[in-house]
């Protein structure tokens, strides 16, 4: 490879690789031909954490060569979630050393394939990994992209797909075991992953749903989409179901945390079940097991994350069952806003502020 980066000329380069379209086609996957006439390893564009805590940078990378079981794919869209900004700041549970790239849910076209693998070059895909979406391009494992159905397009690929809505049929179907007609209290509810929740259970499980939020935005947001909401930026969860359900919830998740997921504790029914999804308020509850045991409420963690590691045959059916349902016209993915690569840093911003409704994406293609 390093001789025929210095090697001028199309003929010279045909008789070096001696008509090997295999190896051509690997060649310029890479390469290019720069202004000088000569062939150079090809670049892309990035964005890159290079401190924690400061703001990402634009940078230019050589692309790799793929290792065995790997492919490369061009990006089109990828999500930023809160997660890519805890993961910036280094405060995420997996701690990664700069300089890394940013994004780890990311939609686009297979454009190289490497040994060992069966996806073909063209296939449309969305995938998770970390270190990988926020640019152009990447190189990642085959097993960790899944083929997009061909009526959805890249930016709701990127939505939350393979995160938020494969999350929320963890919680709900097999964790939860909804029923139809059982009532639902989620919190968090204008966010990427509680919007996926109330959509599922009110479109594909049959619950009666409470939406719960903080703002006067997102509540009248949720009302035009049908749900009934709290805005715990003005009233208690607790009082509010009270009003609304006398018996209390059936099922609830929670993504925030302290205050918030005590007072869903507080408004469970008899046998109801409480999911914890994370702790955006940074403050971790104590459960007092006396009331668990007094209603006989379960109270179960969920990180839907874990499954990549221990048990991809749980991931790949939580996503499948999300591109089922997508596919039945039976969910909506929502889009909250759109920034370009070099805005990046606006779109955490963004997140930080609370102000996005759904999902953020950035569209790079």
Known sequence: MN????????VSFAYTCQADKQFSDKFWSRHHIASNGYYSVRQYRA???TELGKPLQ???????????GQIRVKI????????????????????HKPPFTSGL?????????????????????????????HAEETCVRENVVYQIPDDMDFATAASGITSSYAT???????KARIQPGEKLLVTAAGGALGLAAIDLAKNVYGAEVIAAAGGSDKCNFLEQKGFKTIDYSKE???EAVKKAYPKGMDVALDS??????????????VDGRLLSLGFSTGKFPSVPVNHMLVKNITVTGFYWGIYHKYDVSYERWTINEAFRYFTDGKINPHIGATFSLDKINDAFAYIMKRKSIGKVVIEIQ
């Open 168 to 174: 929320a049929v963890g919680a709900l179907e097999s």
């Open 58 to 68: 634009i940078t230019e990378k050589k692309s790799n060569e793929l290792k065995p």
């Open 47 to 49: 964005a890159t954490c």
């Open 3 to 10: 001789v025929i980066k210095k090697v001028r000329g199309v």
């Open 256 to 269: 925030n945390g302290g205050d918030h997921f005590m007072e869903c504790f507080k408004s469970m029914a």
């Open 105 to 133: 849910e990311f939609a686009g076209v297979v454009i190289e394939t490497g040994k060992d693998t069966k996806t073909k070059v063209g296939t449309r895909v969305v995938g998770m990994e970390f270190m990988t979406g």
């Open 236 to 238: 208690s969860i607790k």
């Open 76 to 95: 089109h869209a990828a999500a930023v979630n809160f997660a890519d900004v805890l993961i910036n700041n280094g405060l995420y549970q997996v701690k």
